[in-house]
């Protein structure tokens, strides 16, 4: 992901309508051809092993930190308390009570920090925001939130960190894909405040990479049957995440159905977006979208999007609202959003473990 957000930067001459500009100056890795592949980004003066020595550095005013899970907790908050502001990876910690830790800490240093979620900038998801929020929809009956991969259903790949709870948390796949499935209704306001998780596990074991076998104990797949509230009605809400999902490669998706209107929208087929209109007939129209991003860029409003694009936009989105220039458009996760993600998964294990609907706070 490191990568990943180096050559978001690189091309930030895209952005029309952005007046900050991020400039990589530093970056930590342990493994030496990681760091090294940072080489061909000529802004770049500082490649170390140890992430201290990067905080020491009065340059860097912005971290992003893309590690394994057990490792959230104690790198950001040393990012914080080195008096640097932070972009965090999710799940924003191991567990929920690694999540509050990490809050308090940006409470009491009082620095700006954002955790990381991508998809809510294709202009698809924007359109479903935009649907969501324009009380043409009626009464909502039903909403679906999800994420579906199928990375994990090749037996022979061999196992990483997200394939042990020691290392990617007890919470699994909704460690990995719940900020996904979260952050569009969670920034709606559509907490659940009841839910049954149905949790399911993949392999038990898989190569370890050294000729012999690894234990595999985490969480693969996870459909978690919520209520919400919406308008004073209790509303049904399923967040789906998969790590074994036949077929999918790297889908998105959200679908609100209410009495008048209905939307859904699928990363699958990027640039369709899908609007139901109710009445004495009743239609799904089918749009072809462009490039209608919350900030705007050199590309013609016609072509398509693509993950690389929703990751610039994302950091346009922390950039900006660091400085105060957001104006109304899409932020970030925030702290906030984080936490209540985790208390999601927490309740999600709650429920596995005792076969109950479990009430969320
Ligand atoms: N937003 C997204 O779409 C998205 C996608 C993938 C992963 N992620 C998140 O990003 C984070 C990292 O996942 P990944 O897939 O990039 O993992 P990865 O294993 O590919 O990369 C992790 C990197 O961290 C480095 N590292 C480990 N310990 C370190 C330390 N003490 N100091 C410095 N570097 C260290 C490793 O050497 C490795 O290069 C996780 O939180 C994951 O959930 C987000």
Same mark, same amino acid.
């Given at each position: 992901?490191?990568?990943?957000?180096? !050559?978001?930067?690189?091309?930030?001459?895209?952005?029309?309508?952005? %007046?900050?500009?991020?400039?990589?100056?530093?970056?930590?890795?342990?493994?030496?051809?990681?760091?090294?592949?940072?080489?061909?980004?000529?802004?770049?003066?500082?490649?170390?092993?140890?992430?201290?020595?990067?905080?020491?550095?009065?340059?860097?005013?912005?971290?992003?930190?893309?590690?394994? #899970?057990?490792?959230?907790?104690?790198? =950001?908050? %040393?990012?914080?308390?080195?008096?640097?502001?932070?972009?965090?990876? @999710?799940?924003?910690?191991?567990?929920?009570?690694?999540?509050?830790?990490?809050?308090?800490?940006?409470?009491?240093?009082?620095?700006?920090?954002?955790?990381?979620?991508? $998809?809510?900038?294709?202009?698809?998801?924007?359109?479903?925001?935009?649907?969501?929020? !324009?009380?043409?929809?009626?009464?909502?009956?039903?909403?679906?939130?999800?994420?579906? #991969?199928? !990375? %994990?259903?090749?037996?022979?790949?061999?196992?990483?960190?997200?394939?042990?709870?020691?290392?990617?948390?007890?919470?699994?796949?909704?460690?990995?894909?719940?900020?996904?499935?979260? #952050?569009?209704?969670?920034?709606?306001?559509?907490?659940?405040?009841?839910?049954?998780?149905?949790?399911? @596990?993949? =392999?038990?074991?898989?190569?370890?990479?050294?000729?012999?076998?690894?234990?595999?104990?985490?969480?693969? /797949?996870?459909?978690? #049957?919520?209520?919400?509230?919406?308008?004073?009605?209790?509303?049904?809400?399923?967040?789906?995440?998969?790590?074994?999902?036949?077929?999918?490669? /790297?889908?998105?998706?959200?679908?609100?159905?209410?009495?008048?209107?209905?939307?859904? =929208?699928?990363?699958?087929?990027? @640039?369709?977006?899908?609007?139901?209109?109710?009445?004495?007939?009743?239609?799904?129209?089918?749009?072809?979208?462009?490039?209608?991003?919350?900030? @705007?860029?050199?590309?013609?409003?016609?072509?398509?999007?693509?993950?690389?694009?929703?990751?610039?936009?994302?950091?346009?989105?922390? &950039?900006?609202?660091?400085?105060?220039?957001?104006?109304?458009? $899409?932020?970030?996760?925030?702290?906030?959003?984080?936490?209540?993600?985790?208390?999601?998964?927490?309740?999600? &294990?709650?429920?596995?473990?005792?076969?109950?609907?479990?009430?969320?706070?």
């Amino acid at each position: 992901m490191g990568r990943e957000m180096a !050559s978001a930067f690189a091309r930030w001459c895209a952005l029309t309508d952005v %007046d900050v500009k991020p400039e990589l100056v530093a970056i930590a890795d342990l493994v030496e051809p990681v760091r090294e592949w940072f080489r061909c980004i000529p802004s770049c003066q500082q490649f170390t092993d140890d992430y201290k020595a990067l905080l020491a550095n009065p340059a860097v005013d912005v971290v992003y930190v893309a590690v394994p #899970h057990n490792l959230h907790q104690q790198i =950001y908050i %040393d990012v914080l308390e080195a008096g640097k502001d932070l972009f965090a990876e @999710k799940p924003y910690g191991i567990e929920l009570s690694a999540a509050k830790k990490i809050f308090e800490a940006g409470q009491r240093t009082g620095r700006f920090v954002r955790c990381s979620s991508e $998809f809510p900038f294709f202009p698809g998801a924007q359109r479903a925001l935009q649907a969501a929020t !324009s009380g043409k929809l009626g009464r909502i009956l039903q909403v679906v939130s999800g994420f579906h #991969h199928s !990375s %994990d259903l090749d037996a022979t790949k061999a196992a990483n960190w997200k394939r042990f709870s020691r290392t990617c948390g007890e919470i699994g796949v909704l460690g990995d894909l719940g900020m996904h499935a979260c #952050h569009l209704p969670l920034r709606l306001g559509w907490k659940p405040t009841r839910l049954f998780a149905q949790l399911q @596990k993949g =392999y038990p074991e898989r190569p370890d990479g050294k000729g012999g076998m690894a234990a595999c104990d985490t969480w693969d /797949n996870a459909m978690l #049957h919520c209520w919400t509230n919406i308008e004073g009605q209790e509303v049904p809400m399923r967040l789906e995440m998969k790590r074994m999902a036949p077929g999918e490669t /790297n889908s998105w998706f959200i679908e609100i159905l209410g009495t008048e209107g209905g939307v859904r =929208y699928n990363t699958k087929e990027p @640039k369709t977006l899908w609007l139901f209109e109710g009445g004495k007939e009743q239609y799904w129209k089918r749009t072809d979208l462009g490039f209608g991003m919350p900030f @705007k860029t050199v590309t013609g409003g016609i072509f398509e999007v693509g993950f690389p694009d929703v990751i610039q936009q994302m950091w346009a989105a922390y &950039l900006m609202e660091r400085e105060g220039k957001l104006n109304g458009r $899409f932020g970030c996760a925030t702290p906030e959003e984080a936490v209540g993600t985790q208390e999601i998964f927490a309740a999600a &294990l709650e429920s596995q473990k005792t076969q109950q609907v479990v009430t969320l706070k």
